[in-house]
């Protein structure tokens, strides 16, 4: 029983099936685009171990196809255990072995970018500074004392812990906060006046508004929009119920024995130890056309504790890394003053480079190798069955071909 | 006489091409002279010879008009046969081999455009065949057909531009207040805008050179700069409430009024930067320049020498014309020598045709090697391979000149793919050929190169060819190796799936698929497999760093990047097949034709993704050739699947074998897993 799983963990048949599940995969995941939009398909079909089918929308979920992690630890475990039963590091075989570690490296190189990469988007305006950038799909309840006139003091408290409701309190709080709902997406209107039920909220803009609850954005276009509706609360005392939302974009405040407080929930932050400045976004068209020639943001990059002070030009195929980050000039504003960079922090991010050498030159050494055996074989034969008949010729041939081919053998003696 | 046979063929195309490379000398209007001449069009300098392509096929999806061609049963030209009352008229029909109508080539027709409008007005140029639009610009019974296509005069249209208009400015209109989209445009829509686009370029280039009354331009202007002083003290006498001459100031005005309306009408920025401290790009139009000169007394040499050229046409008087573009070429000779001498290349190019010529001649070079097959006569093989020598040489030259045109490396958009795809495949077709010689290379590279040569022409008729980039792919680095090596990927799988489509139709249908053919091309597709994978992996994996490197992700799993994914795992897929003994010749055949499936999906399919039933345009005509492609390989592959006992080929040697004894399996079938490593 063992023997068998071992034969068939270690089979080329294995190979071959995973190989033409993963075509499949990949086709069907690309159409499945053009309805799904790219960021549900990523998750759906690649970043999962099955594809689910549900018939007519249903919560029935039949799965259909092996998903991406599913079909790639496959494909690393057939790969490996072949290795480890069959191949031995010979000469002969130090391509196989070249290309088959690059593309394990590749593989275990994109689940740990998966795993550990981290994006966040940097939106400056010419002349602004800002020692963070945000994360898009994140969102955090931010309580801020403004008292210090040189720093504020934030507490932030994440989404997933608003999403999960309750009570939370924290050490520098001094009250705690309820949260009472929490919509990961939703739709803020304001309160008509013949309303019917209590208001959402007693303080802040509570009381004008109206919340709708909103299916989750799909799209890559698109990011949901959180609101959540909290409570504070000081020992016994109630201070009363505030809607947070990211459609607000100034804080509400909150006065609690004699000092403010400011709340806003917005993009979770990413605080970083330098800051960095937009001083110039260039947008540039071909003369005559629309065709974009040039986006560049010029940025100046400082950083306290170190004194560093320099200027920066990020635009197309050459963005910024610096301290284990890198900005890449992803999008601008319509006005043409102002610059979005995207911030990739991934500690993988050379295993491709490395990947694609090992690969590249293992096939080139096995297939050289192939070539030279083939044409040495070819010339051993040429020079056994002399000139004629070295050549391959077709088996059968007309006899005038064979009159003419002896003419040429004739010529050539 | 046989021995000479490649000789004599080979020369004969070599010196059809050596001609098309002399100098010819036109006895009357030098138009190929005039067609050398440089403008900024789309970003880049450009002659007036791809203007003139580009812009006829932007407006008619052709590169001539036609003067000519049948009123009911009589031949003549259009003019004749519309006073004799011969209707309808057509084009010439595919089977009328004896008429040769007489044809505006492009740049002939640019002139008459720019230069007597009174004639080009009743070109049949503007492409309208959709029954609504025909029917709502009352253009029933007017205009010329071809093959169900219908053309029309700007006469004819005249009356419907206002509808023209406001139906478009309609659409505009809700697409600003968000109401529909561009993707959402209906087949009407799209065929609105298509005509309002070509009519905007049509009265584009009537704007240019000359402004719409004016007979003798080149005195005309020197008169405006006589008067345009008295012109503009009567302005400002006018202004000052000062007793003025009125016919100082209708004079200037009317002038002024002639030459905004061109300034801002024109297509095309004619006249180079004249002052030192512009940018090389700054070139304008003449109307702009003509308004200019009110103030500073003088136009640019540029413009005088147009108008020159403009009135010798109007004149009918050619040697005036000729002068006026010699003496305008030699002034840009000094400061301009370097557009000057963009306009000579490119039009060079444009009227050497690399790519067209060579493509004749793989179909010439096809012909001779099937013919090969059918008595084994030698020198038809090596004439076929001679000819695709030459038209490799004519397709690598064409390759290089446009690189150094564009100072880019090969392959910059879907059109230049094409052309490097049927490169690649001709060359591995030729390495084939030397080492087997057995005509099965230079089939495969006739065809290949035959085939994508008549893609690249028809991607052609979208426009420029040699369009700038946008900035992400501003990078001649990953223009380099990402796309040249994706690109190679592509041509190799082709040649692969078109040796299995070699070993399915002659096993199937002929008796030539011998034991040792059969041997031949499975060593072929498996050695055209590796590589292929080779290549497909490094230029996939290149384009994911270069992703990475543009915009912070290796992978994406966008469609393109998947396309190209699709390939590699389905070479590795057969290589693992084959090592595994799981396939063997005739399913390494099937398995390779597949591949042009998924290849074809990868270079085309993905950039349809989008695209709906309802829609016209190059895209989805492409569409409906991809599917009837994917259809004819899917056929194909059934009958390769067929069992060896229908095969001709096969049927001889398996009844041998019936009425021999039981023999072991042969070897191969149950190779060990291993072996092939």
């Given at each position: 029983m063992v023997d068998r799983f071992i034969n068939i963990l270690t089979s080329l048949r294995l190979t071959v099936v995973c190989l033409c599940l993963s075509l499949v995969l990949v086709f069907v995941g690309t159409l499945a685009q053009v309805d799904l939009g790219l960021y549900r398909v990523q998750n759906e079909f690649f970043r999962s171990f099955f594809v689910y089918w549900s018939p007519g929308g249903g919560s029935l979920r039949i799965p259909v196809l092996p998903g991406g992690y599913l079909l790639g630890g496959v494909l690393l475990a057939n790969l490996l255990a072949a290795h480890f039963k069959r191949f031995k590091l010979t000469k002969k075989k130090i391509g196989i072995f070249m290309i088959h570690i690059g593309i394990i490296l590749l593989i275990v190189g994109q689940l740990l970018t998966d795993l550990l990469a981290h994006e966040s988007v940097l939106h400056l305006k010419e002349g602004q500074t800002k020692s963070y950038s945000v994360t898009e799909r994140e969102s955090e309840l931010a309580v801020i004392d403004p008292s210090d006139p040189d720093t504020d003091n934030v507490v932030a408290i994440p989404d997933a812990l608003l999403a999960k409701g309750g009570l939370i309190t924290h050490p520098a709080l001094p009250f705690a906060i309820n949260v009472k709902s929490y919509f990961p997406n939703s739709f803020v209107t304001n309160r008509p006046a013949d309303a019917v039920g209590p208001p959402p909220a007693t303080k802040g803009f509570g009381p004008e508004l109206e919340i709708e609850n909103e299916p989750r954005v799909t799209s890559m276009d698109f990011r949901d929009v959180p609101t959540g509706v909290i409570e504070l609360s000081a020992g016994q005392a109630l201070l009363g119920s505030w809607v947070v939302s990211e459609y607000f974009t100034q804080p509400q405040t909150v006065t609690f024995e004699n000092k403010s407080y400011q709340l806003i929930l917005r993009p979770k932050r990413v605080y970083r130890p330098y800051s960095i400045q937009l001083v110039k976004f260039t947008h540039a068209v071909y003369k005559g056309t629309e065709t974009p020639k040039d986006f560049a943001s010029l940025i100046r990059l400082r950083r306290p504790d170190t004194g560093e002070d320099r200027e920066v030009r990020i635009y197309m195929n050459n963005p910024l890394r610096y301290a284990g980050e890198t900005y890449y000039q992803q999008s601008f504003d319509k006005d043409d003053h102002g610059t979005v960079l995207q911030v990739v922090r991934n500690p993988s991010w050379l295993t491709p480079y490395f990947s694609c050498i090992l690969v590249g030159a293992g096939l080139l050494v096995q297939f050289m190798s192939h070539l030279i055996a083939f044409a040495r074989r070819t010339a051993a034969k040429a020079k056994a069955a002399?000139?004629?008949?070295?050549?391959?010729?077709?088996a059968a041939p007309a006899p005038a071909a064979v009159a003419s081919m002896s003419a040429n053998a004739k010529r050539r003696d | 006489m046989k021995k000479y046979l490649p000789w004599i063929f080979t020369g004969i195309f070599a010196l059809e091409a050596f001609m098309a490379l002399l100098p010819r000398h036109e006895k009357t209007f030098q138009t190929r002279e005039f067609a050398v001449l440089p403008t900024l069009l789309n970003g880049r300098i450009q002659p007036l010879g791809s203007v003139a392509r580009n812009t006829l096929l932007q407006i008619r999806s052709a590169q001539s008009v036609p003067l000519e061609g049948n009123g009911g049963s009589e031949w003549g030209t259009w003019e004749q046969l519309r006073k004799d009352n011969r209707l309808p008229l057509t084009e010439r029909h595919w089977w009328q081999f004896a008429k040769h109508p007489k044809r505006l080539k492009a740049t002939d027709w640019l002139m008459e455009a720019m230069m007597r409008p009174d004639l080009a007005d009743d070109r049949y140029i503007f492409l309208v065949h959709l029954p609504e639009l025909l029917n709502e610009l009352k253009l029933e019974g007017k205009g010329i057909e071809n093959e169900g296509l219908r053309y029309f005069s700007f006469n004819e249209l005249r009356p419907a531009l206002d509808v023209v208009d406001t139906q478009v400015q309609r659409v505009l209109k809700s697409e600003a207040e968000n109401r529909s989209t561009v993707e959402q445009r209906t087949v009407y829509q799209k065929q609105l805008f298509k005509l309002a686009n070509a009519l905007r370029l049509y009265s584009g280039v009537r704007f240019s050179l000359r402004p719409e009354r004016s007979d003798d331009f080149a005195q005309e202007i020197d008169q405006f700069l006589k008067s345009a002083p008295a012109g503009v003290t009567a302005v400002k006498r006018q202004q000052a409430g000062q007793e003025f001459n009125q016919q100082d100031l209708d004079r200037i005005i009317e002038n002024v009024g002639q030459y905004d309306r061109m300034a801002t009408a024109a297509l095309l920025p004619l006249v180079p930067p004249?002052?030192?401290?512009?940018?090389?790009?700054n070139w304008t139009n003449i109307g702009n320049e003509l308004k200019e000169s009110v103030h500073t007394g003088e136009v640019p040499p540029a413009v005088k020498y147009y108008a020159a050229m403009v009135t010798a046409y109007r004149h009918d008087k050619p040697d005036d014309f000729n002068r006026a573009v010699a003496d305008y070429r030699q002034w840009l000779g000094g400061k301009f020598a370097p557009e000057l001498s963009k306009g000579v290349r490119e039009s060079f190019f444009n009227n050497f045709q690399p790519f067209y010529r060579a493509m004749l001649i793989y179909l010439f070079a096809f012909l001779l090697g099937c013919g090969f097959w059918f008595n084994w006569s030698e020198p038809l093989r090596r004439s076929a391979f001679c000819l695709i020598v030459l038209a490799g040489l004519i397709h690598t030259f064409g390759l290089v000149f446009r690189m150094v045109l564009e100072g880019?490396?090969?392959?910059?958009?879907l059109y230049s793919s094409a052309i490097f795809i049927g490169w690649g495949a001709v060359i591995l077709g030729l390495v084939l050929e030397s080492i087997y010689k057995d005509g099965i290379g230079v089939v495969t590279a006739a065809a290949i190169g035959f085939v994508t040569q008549i893609i690249a022409h028809n991607l052609a008729l979208g426009g420029d060819t040699m369009e700038m980039l946008q900035a992400v792919l501003d990078t001649n680095f990953w223009l380099a190796t990402h796309v040249v090596a994706v690109t190679t990927g592509y041509a190799s799988t082709f040649v692969a799936g078109f040796l299995g489509l070699l070993y399915i139709l002659r096993g199937v249908f002929t008796r030539s698929l011998s034991d040792s053919t059969s041997k031949a091309l499975a060593r072929m597709m498996y050695g055209i497999v590796c590589f292929a994978t080779l290549f497909s992996f490094v230029g996939t994996v290149l384009g994911g760093i270069w992703a990475d490197q543009s915009?912070?992700?290796?992978?994406?799993?966008d469609p393109k990047e998947n396309g190209a994914l699709i390939i590699v795992l389905w070479n590795a897929t057969i290589l693992h097949a084959r090592w595994g003994g799981m396939i063997r010749e005739r399913g390494l055949a099937c398995m390779a034709v597949f591949g042009n499936i998924v290849t074809s999906y990868s270079w085309f399919g993905v950039n349809m993704?989008?695209?709906?039933?309802?829609s016209y345009g190059f895209m989805d005509q492409a569409f409906k050739w991809l599917i009837a492609f994917v259809i004819s390989q899917v056929v194909l592959i059934a009958i390769g699947l067929l069992p060896p006992r229908y095969w001709l080929s096969f049927r001889d040697s398996l009844a041998a074998r019936a009425s021999a004894p039981p023999a072991p399996e042969p070897p191969g079938k149950a190779r060990p897993a291993s072996a092939g490593a």
């Open positions: 002399g000139p004629i008949k070295g050549r391959a010729r077709p | 004249a002052r030192p401290e512009e940018s090389r790009d880019r490396p090969p392959v910059t958009n915009w912070g992700r290796f992978w994406g799993w993704l989008g695209i709906g039933l309802h």
